[in-house]
């Protein structure tokens, strides 16, 4: 089974590491080992401080499985298999736990690309569900109900939502979750941007708690600034899934990181301060943001996130988006997304709001905006 190529990971070893911004980066800026260290309690310090580098339990450390239960409120740690491959694996073990020649999946769109890929490389269909930019990109019930077959096995969703920063509300949520449980399917549920609403009141409940037979993901990439973990993990009280997850597991990383698995367990032991730490840098940018996109209007129409730490602007000007970010790395040294990444050709892009540097780099998107906009008056 080989999927095509992944265009944001091909796009990204392209570019990422030639350009001084990284404007589109989908994680906050990572803290330091002295910075989390510095966090631990006396009993994950003291398992820091007598690791062995051997290897790790396949479904994760006992006390790691407790500490990312503690997210959930139904799902408990024999319930988490831990990943370390991030939430890229917890994907890729669940498409091929739930999907086969014949079978058939509902994705939402756009989405992070390993659903639509694995999928039809496993030999199953995808229909996408695209969201609505016109009504804030809403997730249209209606039209998940239709593109359900009898081959339909899962549900893919994503919220807070890569790369719009869509929300549904609890009610859409709860719908959605009720939906693939009288439909008889899985709801896979890719919360990893969970954590990072602007309103805490909104945080969407979990999958996993909601229906039994639903699956949420999570990582330590986003919301905890930990992306070098690479620990990421599936929750769910479907064991028949847990299972089949995990025999595929066997064949992906069988475990996770020692190291990188007791720098986890002290990250979610101090899940509020590195919490407070992203949405304080997501709202600072949010703000800069705001100012910029207001400052050039006529040259982006800007919907705001309504939670999470991406936006996907559409570019207005009369120039195709993938040559606007081809000459803005070129020229500012500054790497935005383009649509054609997530199968899609609305000339839009994703910003990160992330990084601390984001002010310098709209800084340069503004000087090179502005050359542009005079080169065409």
Not at 52 to 71: F, V
Not at 143 to 171: D, E, I, Q
Request: net charge negative; hydrophobic share 45%.
């Amino acid at each position: 089974m080989i999927p095509d190529r992944s265009k944001i990971e091909n796009f990204f070893g392209q570019h990422e590491f030639d350009v001084d911004y990284v404007a589109c980066a989908s994680d906050v800026d990572g803290c330091s080992l002295r910075e989390l260290l510095d966090l631990a309690d006396e009993e994950s310090l003291a398992l820091w401080e007598g690791l062995e580098l051997g290897y790790t339990e396949t479904t994760g450390h006992p006390l790691l499985r407790e500490a990312i239960a503690g997210e959930y409120t139904k799902t408990g740690p024999d319930n988490v298999t831990v990943c370390g491959g991030g939430a890229a694996e917890a994907l890729f073990l669940l498409t091929n736990a739930l999907l086969g020649p014949g079978d058939h999946a509902v994705v939402v769109a756009p989405a992070f690309e390993s659903v639509h890929r694995i999928g039809p490389a496993l030999g199953a269909s995808v229909t996408p569900v695209p969201l609505d930019p016109g009504q804030g990109w809403r997730l249209d019930l209606d039209a998940v109900r239709r593109a359900l077959r009898p081959a339909t096995r899962a549900v893919f969703v994503n919220f807070p939502h890569n790369p719009t920063g869509a929300l549904p509300t609890r009610a859409e949520f709860e719908d959605l979750l009720a939906l693939g449980a009288e439909a008889g399917v899985v709801v896979v549920s890719d919360e990893v941007y969970r954590h990072l609403e602007f309103d805490p009141e909104t945080t969407l409940p979990a999958a996993c708690d909601l229906d039994e037979r639903a699956v949420s993901v999570g990582v330590m990439s986003k919301a905890y600034g930990l992306a070098g973990l690479r620990v990421g993990w599936l929750a769910t009280r479907n064991q028949a899934l847990v299972d089949a997850a995990r025999a595929v597991k066997d064949y992906t990383t069988v475990c996770a990181s020692a190291p990188s698995e007791i720098l986890s367990l002290i990250a979610l032991r101090a899940r509020e301060h590195l919490v407070a730490r992203s949405r304080r840098i997501i709202r600072e940018n949010l703000t800069h943001v705001e100012s910029f996109f207001g400052q050039h209007a006529d040259a982006f129409a800007w919907e705001p996130p309504r939670a999470g730490m991406l936006g996907f602007p559409q570019l207005l000007l009369p120039v195709p988006v993938e040559d606007f970010v081809r000459e803005l790395a070129r020229e500012q040294s500054v790497l935005l997304l383009p649509d054609s990444v997530f199968d899609m050709a609305d000339n839009r892009f994703r910003i990160g709001l992330g990084r601390t540097s984001l002010p310098d780099a709209l800084d340069r998107i503004g000087e090179f905006v502005g050359h542009r906009v005079g080169s065409l008056a």
